[in-house]
């Protein structure tokens, strides 16, 4: 009986292995992302993190949270339900700036009929970042996307804006990262959970 206990739970752990592993949290540059968040009703899934760099420069860390896996842009725009993008600063940086290069990241990542329905949450975006002025080292904000209520803004784990309606918006906003001329293609395979290429210093 004892024996058939200690099977039966070997077995459990056993199997349970994949889960924990699945949503054990991930280090990124001193920066902890959970292996799962929950948004509304949902949990996502860590779906891979990984460091900006500008030169030698670490700018920010950033992560992709989706309800289910997936390894390439298409897979990703395609999954259903919520996701998350949050990006932790590790410098300063003048906020303004950076939501001049997020609007020209989506302008070159993005079909232009699908940038034009995402003009209006663009202007919201850069009018809430050229207001917040600086992003201090250790700050945050996250890009959450629900079906049906939109995209929120947060800043410091604190809603910014109300809701973007167009979905555009989000796919738009996430190709910055994921599109074919991504801020950083070591990042982008990184939150796409592959293993980056080793990194070229003068190169981004």
């Known amino acids: ?14 199997l349970g292995a994949p889960l924990a592993q699945a949503q054990s949290a991930t280090e990124v540059a001193g920066v902890k992302y959970e292996g799962a968040v929950q948004i509304g009703n949902g949990k996502l899934l860590l779906n891979g993190a990984g460091i900006r760099y500008k030169a030698i420069f670490k700018v920010y860390t950033a992560g992709l949270y989706l309800g289910a896996k997936a390894a390439t842009t298409e897979a990703v725009l395609a999954t259903p339900g ?4 949050h990006i932790v600063m590790l410098r300063d940086i003048d906020a303004n700036e950076l939501g001049k290069l997020f609007t020209r990241g989506m302008q070159d990542n993005s079909p232009r009929e699908e940038f034009s329905k995402s003009i209006a949450g663009t ?12 992003l201090a080292a250790g700050e945050s904000f996250s890009v959450d996307y629900v079906p049906g209520q939109g995209t929120t803004v947060l800043i410091n784990g604190k809603a910014s804006i109300e809701p973007i309606k167009e979905p555009e918006f989000f796919a ?6 994921l599109g074919h001329a991504p801020a950083d293609a070591q990042l982008k395979d990184a939150l796409l959970g592959k293993a980056p290429a080793p990194r070229d210093p003068f190169n981004n």
């Open 172 to 177: 738009s906003l996430l190709k910055i990262w």
């Open 123 to 134: 202007i919201r975006l850069s009018e809430l970042f050229s207001a917040k002025k600086k």
């Open 82 to 85: 919520a996701k998350r993008m």
């Open 1 to 14: 009986m004892r024996r058939t206990i200690i099977l039966a739970a070997a077995l459990a752990a056993l």
